[in-house]
Every structure is written in C-alpha cells, then in structure tokens.
C-alpha cells in the first residue's frame, strides 16, 4: 500500500513518488454499459462508499449493506455515475474488512449476499454502474486456505498457497528477513513451536498469498467470475503492487540510521511480474457483456511506473495519487495536472483524479493545515496532541479544490463524505481508534479512523442520523451536526448543494471527455478551458482580478466584489 513512515529528508521524494457469457444465474442483473458507453471509466465520477460508516440500516452502530439501499436516491440525485464498494465480505475486521476470510460471501454484519444483490439492482436500475473491492495482496489469517496451511507441515500444497519460510538463527527465531509491515513491526509472525514464519506485509491477521502459485491464480480468476456474473461492473484492485515479491525475498537494503520502512520501492513492490497478472484478468473481464473496468490501488515509484498498470491489455484506471498529494500551491497543481495527463496519454489511458480515500486524511482537514508536511501522505492521520487544522479555511480550499478536480477532463473519485465538506475527526481519543496501524505502533502512528467516521444524516438525531439508533462504531464529533446532510439540504450555499451543481454542469458540459487548455493567470491562479467552459482558481490569499465581462455560471464561495476572485476561491466562467 504506502509509505508507513514520513521522513523528513524526503518530502520531495515522498512527493514526487505518490505518488462467458452470462450464464443463467437466479441472480445476474442486467449489465449496464449502454451501446456507446464502452469509455465510461475514461469520465465518469465515482462515488466510494465505505460501507462500515455510510448508513446503518439496523442501529447497531456499524454501517451496511440494507443502508446503502435505504441512500441510493442520495446518490442519484448528487449526479454521480458509479459506486465503488469498499469490502463488505466476510471478515473479522482486523483490517476493517481489507482482512477477507471468504471472497464469496457477504459478512453477516454488512447483510447477506441477497442484500448485495438488492442494491446492485436498484442501483443500475438508477444508472448508476457499482464496482466492488477485490483484495488479492493477502487473505485474513481466518480463510480456509490460511486455516490448512497452519494445520500442515513445513513444505505442504497448503503452506505454498502462502509465503512461509524458516526463520533465521539457529532455531528459526529470528524473521527470514529485515521486511517491515506497512502497519509497524515486522512483516512476519512466526509459526507457535516452528521454525517458520509467515509473511503478512500489513497485519499479522492478513498474509500474504503466494502469487507464484497457479492454485492461487485460479482462485482468484474464479473470485472475479463470481462477481462478475452476478452483475457488478468492476473492481478496484487493492494493493496492486504488492502481488509479487522479488525472487528469494532478499532483504530491504537499510540506510544507516534510517529505517526504510513502508517505503515504496524495494523487493515486495510493484514486480514486473504483476502485470502478467493483470492481462490475465483482463482477458477475463473482455468475457463479459458490457465495459467492466479494473481500477489500480498502486502507490509505486517513480511515478512512469503508474502508467504499467493502465497498459491497453491491462486495467483502466489507476488512482492518481500524486495529486492527492499536492501542496496546497497553484504551481504544483499545474504541474501534477500536467505531468499526469502526459503520463497516462502515452497508454492512451485516462486520468483518475482523487483527493480523499479511506486511508488518507480528508481533505478540508489537509488543506486547513499550516504545512501538510506527512499529513500529505496516506495513513498519517491528526490526533489530538497533533497541530489542529483552520476548519474554514480547509473547507474553503476543498470546496474550491472540487471545482478544480471535477472541471479536468478524465474519471474522478469522490470519498462519502467530500460532498459534504466533512472534516476529520482530528480530535479523537486514542481509546477510540481501530486501525491496525494505531494498535500496532501504539499510537505511534495516529492512523486512518479519522477519516472513516459514521456520516451525519440528520443534525437532531441520534448518531446524527447514522442509524436509528444513537450507536456508531467510531464516535463523530459534535461540528458533525454543522455538516449533516438534513441541514445542507435547504441551505443555497451548501457543499452538498456546490457539489449537485458541479456534477450537473459537469455532465452537461461533458467536461469528464473534454480537453485542457491552459491560460496565461497570475501568480497563485490557474485558469484553464475545457470545452465552452473556463476555470479559474486562485489558491493564493489576496483576490485576482476576473477577465472582464465574464460571466459567472458557478462559483465555490460568493464573490463580494465584481471582477474579483477572492482568495482560495474557484469559479467556472462561460466563455464569451
Ligand atoms: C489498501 C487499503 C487499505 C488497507 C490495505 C491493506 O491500501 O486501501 O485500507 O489497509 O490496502 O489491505
């Protein structure tokens, strides 16, 4: 996945690194790509729903499935084209359900497969395409497969599903090698009264398979089937660059007195040998009626190396996040901007713009710091003893930062919650948080839960609307209540209402398939056409002058005075 530990020395390198046919089934649903819609992954916007926090249908606190149901008409009237699905397997939520115990199966918590098939359903009857989460990196400790391979001997069928190895010393008791898990510690556990370890590069309830086996690939060939015969229209590959390890796992180089964990590069990341994978699936996906879509969770180095895993033979999207991790300044977002379309053009693949996940801080809570400094980077979350972000400010950015992502040609990802301008909850107790990252390095590392917090309905309600009940699974700041979904509904000014009419006017002006052309702006401004449209933003904090006579179709913040575009502040321009 990425980067566990942010080093000082090396912002600029953290920075620039970020970055069949259908058969008979009682439950396939009718696929979606209309006749003509082959290229939806090149410009549609996709919605992430992190199933855990988005709507509780049955108050116990944790989202679900039947939730998700109840909020589709949300969705469809916010304008967004797809829905991607973060796990909602069977699971034992050590990884939040990035821990899968069976591919297959629903988790009793999330509903039941049923429900799956429900929303599914409903929401392509809606039009809007659903991909679902494929976590191929490793399993949970608690899969059948994982399970055998602990009751079998050193050297079974069982154990070469996995990456088990002698330790080192003269009883096995030290790690085969020096690999760090992303999550703190070592990437191995060893095995209760053996010689052997095994390898999980994130927690220890998550190891990692072993991609060398042809049992394995199989396996997963099957996983996508399954899926894709029940309807769904992709998938998002978790930790895509993970898959295989460099033959006889040579350990990490460490630089002295600097520990290189996390880091990007090295003997498990981004394999050449990851991508025969992905061309195998993607002759898999081709099976199916319909444009099924594979999108890379990639975090590799340098960043050409991205555009390997969105070759026409291989998937069709990979999140850019190296734009997730600009510095609030308008010269490194044109050069992002830039780079990043020159990048992605050379495999004629799409750009997939983001700025909020489920792993990385939510973005009014980024850009209202003084100095995003390892904040930029995904699992460094804010905690209490951490400088607080400007609330206003960082709304005003995001909200502006929103204008600018969705008026760029190419797909982009919103994350549940950006639509509300929704903070993180910077202030929580540590005797709150879940994410193995904070368990594992004892708080250490603050983490992901403050990204991944129940969302607000309902101002007055109990668990602000959460679920009927007042339980929710993390607890939600009180300025929750300011960002609940019932109170913007009706306000004019609202992020929810800015981000309805940026996806309209997106749509009508079919920005997503447009191009960019850029035009000469001032120092801190960047103003670009697309279409019959122009951008301009000003991230600095003085006001930059407007061209004259233009006409303002909608703006991220009201704009006092005639021909002024207030700091931090976008607008789009009908262009005369
Ligand atoms: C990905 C997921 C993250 C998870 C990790 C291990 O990076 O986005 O949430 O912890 O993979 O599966």
């Not at 855990?52 to 499935?65: E, I, K, T, V, Y």
């Not at 992901?448 to 309902?458: F, T, Y």
Request: proline share 7%; aromatic share 10%; hydrophobic share 40%.
């Amino acid at each position: 996945m990425f980067r566990r530990k942010f080093l000082a020395t090396s912002l600029a390198t953290a920075v620039a690194l970020s970055l069949t046919a259908l058969h008979g089934n009682a439950w396939a649903t009718t696929p979606q790509a209309a006749p003509g819609d082959e290229d939806w992954a090149r410009h549609s916007v996709i919605y992430q729903i992190y199933p855990r926090s988005f709507a509780d249908g049955d108050g116990n606190g944790m989202g679900d499935l039947a939730g998700v149901v109840s909020r589709l008409p949300y969705l469809d009237k916010l304008g967004v084209d797809a829905l991607w699905l973060s796990p909602f397997y069977k699971s034992p939520q050590a990884d939040a359900g990035y821990d899968v115990a069976d591919y297959r199966v629903v988790d009793s918590m999330f509903g039941s497969n049923a429900d799956f098939e429900r929303l599914l359903k409903e929401a392509h009857a809606r039009g809007m395409k659903v991909i679902v989460d494929l976590v191929p990196n490793h399993t949970s400790d608690e899969h059948a497969w994982f399970q055998a391979a602990l009751k079998s001997p050193p050297g079974s069928p069982e154990r070469a599903r996995y990456v088990f190895r002698d330790g080192q010393g003269e009883n096995g008791e030290l790690p085969p090698n020096n690999w760090p898990s992303v999550f703190g510690k070592a990437a191995w556990d060893r095995v209760p009264g053996e010689k052997q370890w095994y390898l999980h590069l994130f927690d220890s309830k998550q190891p990692d398979l072993n991609w060398d086996n042809p049992q394995v690939r199989a396996e997963f060939e099957q996983v996508l089937r399954f899926w894709l015969e029940r309807g769904v229209d992709g998938f998002r590959v978790d930790v895509a660059h993970g898959l295989i390890k460099a033959k006889g796992l040579p350990d990490l180089p460490v630089e002295e007195g600097r520990e290189n964990a996390g880091a990007l590069v090295g003997p498990m990341w981004d394999q050449d040998g990851v991508h025969e994978i992905y061309r195998s699936w993607n002759k898999v996906l081709a099976e199916y009626p319909g444009k099924r879509i594979m999108v890379a969770e990639a975090w590799v180095t340098p960043r050409e190396r991205l555009t390997h895993y969105i070759r026409s033979d291989e998937m069709d999207q990979a999140f850019n996040f190296e734009y997730l991790m600009t510095q609030w300044n308008a010269g490194a977002f044109k050069e992002v901007i830039d780079s990043s379309m020159a990048l992605t053009a050379t495999v004629g693949a799409p750009t997939t713009w983001v700025t909020s996940n489920h792993d990385t801080v939510r973005a009014p809570s980024r850009y209202g710091l003084k100095e995003l400094g390892k904040h930029a980077l995904p699992g460094n979350g804010i905690g209490p003893a951490t400088a607080q972000p400007d609330e206003a400010l960082g709304l005003r950015r995001a909200r502006a930062l929103a204008m600018l992502t969705l008026a760029l040609p190419g797909s982009t990802y919103i994350y549940q919650g950006e639509e509300l301008g929704l903070p993180e909850h910077t202030t929580m107790e540590g005797q709150y948080r879940q994410d193995p990252m904070f368990l594992r390095t004892q708080g250490e590392e603050v983490g992901r839960d403050g990204c991944r917090v129940p969302l607000p309905w309902k101002a007055g309600a109990p668990s602000f609307g959460f679920g009927p009940g007042d339980k929710t699974w993390l607890p939600q700041p009180e300025s929750y209540a300011r960002y609940a979904v019932d109170r913007q509904e009706g306000a004019a000014d609202s992020t929810l209402n800015l981000y309805r009419q940026i996806l309209a006017l997106r749509h009508a002006h079919a920005l997503g398939n447009g191009k960019l052309q850029w035009i000469d702006a001032g120092k801190d401004v960047l103003a670009f056409d697309n279409g019959d449209l122009r951008v301009v933003i000003n991230m600095g904090e003085q006001a930059a002058a407007l061209p004259a006579g233009s006409q303002v179709l909608l703006s991220s913040e009201a704009l006092p005075e005639p021909g002024q575009l207030p700091g931090n502040t976008a607008v789009w321009l009908k262009r005369s």
